[in-house]
């Protein structure tokens, strides 16, 4: 038979386990990132198919019709799926395109909003200072 004391140890030591992974998982870093995840992964479809459905056939169409195939994975020499390759190439090249104009644009608002946050610290502290020796002046 189990003890009373061994059989509640073993409750609230699941009842505590539970309470921190609850607590882990609700925690702000955790969700952001889940939520991270999930929009990279529609992100990556999205930029995906933007690419193999317009970008590819767009810049490929003169050469794919030139060798004489239908789609960028038929192209092969000797069994080497280079067509794959350049495929992959291009899709890499346009991410990090894109990824660029993203981080370059969310650099220059924060940038903005740096510029328009007013004076700082130090500029208040001078201010006041130079105010606070004039009226020390005005009265000796």
């Not at 609700?26 to 969700?31: H, K, W």
């Not at 056939?57 to 960028?72: C, F, N, Q, T």
């Not at 092969?76 to 660029?100: E, Q, T």
Request: proline share 2%.
């Amino acid at each position: 038979m189990v003890s009373q004391q061994a059989r509640s140890r073993a409750v609230n030591s699941a009842g505590s386990f539970m309470t921190d992974f609850r607590d882990f998982l609700l925690r702000g870093n955790v969700v952001d990132l889940a939520v991270a995840v999930i929009i990279g992964g529609a992100f990556g479809a999205v930029i995906t198919s933007f690419i193999g459905d317009i970008i590819t056939p767009l810049l490929l169409s003169p050469a794919l019709s030139k060798a004489g195939v239908a789609d960028i994975a038929e192209l092969s020499a000797n069994g080497v799926k280079y067509g794959l390759f350049l495929s992959h190439v291009i899709n890499f090249v346009v991410i990090a395109f894109i990824m660029f104009v993203i981080i370059r644009t969310f650099e220059r608002m924060k940038r903005t909003e740096e510029v328009d946050a007013g004076p700082s610290t130090e500029e208040k502290l001078n201010d006041t200072l130079g105010r606070l020796t004039g009226f020390l002046e005005q009265r000796m």
